[in-house]
């Protein structure tokens, strides 16, 4: 006759209340709360001082010493070749006044002196001949001299006339430089002032923002706490033994009975009852443990 054996696995009571009693409930009430925003400020605004800051950028312009050196680079670079000629018309007619013109008046007048010592000379009509000849030739000879001067100091006017033009432009470009110099000076100066307000406001901002930044940090972990809280109670119900509440049953056939005989001879026999003095005296007979 055959055994049946049947294997039943039950949930241990102690485990079985506690996922009913403790963990589900529990997970119902997280998954059934309704979801809470966060109502804080999560960015710090801008400080009093950074506001101020923003409006001298905002209040900033070129500096007058910018335009003005705009201007004189513009005037320079538009100037017209007939522009230029008469500039430098203007300085050779003003070297005209100072060198030229009062040049030629001394040499008017030094040749008017020599005319005079000529006819101071002057004697007889073969004299007179003579003192034509000479005062001719000397007076020739001064006038020659005094029209190479001339041209000399003609194109010396012309040539410091062109000097005059190329110094005046190049102190035109130095001052020019010179005011947008000055002028980026005070503009970077500005920057430079409005930039640390800037920085000290941040520090302050920075601060604020921390605090808001702490607040925030603190409502995450209130959301959090019941996962973390149903993390260990899930734990928890993890570390129950493994096979807790499992039970055997078996029905049918001889084999308990088989079992339970097997369990008693060898009981016996370490014993003596079937020991080999017993089974010595029992030569001939075959051993029936079933009579």
Known sequence: MGTTQKTKTEMDPIQQEYLTGTLLPFAKDIAGRAFTPYTGDRVAGLTDLQRAALSGYGGLSLPSELGEAAGIYRGMATQTPEQRAADIAQYTQQYTQNVIDPTLAA??????????????????????????????????????????????LQTQGYQSALARAAQEDAQRMQAAGALAGTGMTGLQAQQAILGA???????????????????????????????????????????????????????????????????????????????PAAMAGAQGMKFNPFG
């Open 197 to 275: 307000q800037m920085g000290a406001g941040e520090a302050e901002r920075a601060l604020s923002q921390a605090d808001l930044d702490a607040a925030y940090q603190n409502y995450l972990m209130a959301q959090q706490y019941p996962l973390q809280q149903f993390g260990v109670l899930s734990g928890a119900a993890g570390a129950f033994p493994a096979g807790i509440g499992t039970t055997t049953e078996t029905t049918g056939g001889l084999g308990p009975a088989l079992s339970t005989i097997g369990s008693v001879g060898l009981g016996l026999s370490g014993a003596g009852v079937f020991g």
């Open 107 to 152: 040499l008017e007048r030094q040749r008017g002196e020599r005319e005079v010592g000529l006819k101071a000379g002057r004697g007889s009509a073969f004299g007179n001949l003579a003192y034509e000849t000479r005062a001719g030739a000397e007076l020739g000879a001064f006038d020659v001299g005094m029209a190479q001067q001339l041209g000399q």
